[in-house]
């Protein structure tokens, strides 16, 4: 089962396919992640803590 990379969160086949850059078959960040958000193909802080 695919996991962020980040938090370590179980995500789905879907959101990797859809969020993930191709080739990768795990995502770097997903919704539970409240330190990083993704910016196009970086990540980054979030500038603010989301609920």
Known sequence: MPSCQNCGSFVTD???RVF???????????P???DLVR???DIRQ??????
């Open 32 to 34: 539970n992640c409240e």
């Open 14 to 16: 879907d959101y990797v």
């Open 20 to 30: 993930a850059p191709t080739g990768m078959t795990e995502p770097r960040v997903c």
């Open 46 to 51: 979030a500038r603010a803590r989301r609920q």
């Open 39 to 41: 910016d196009g193909a």
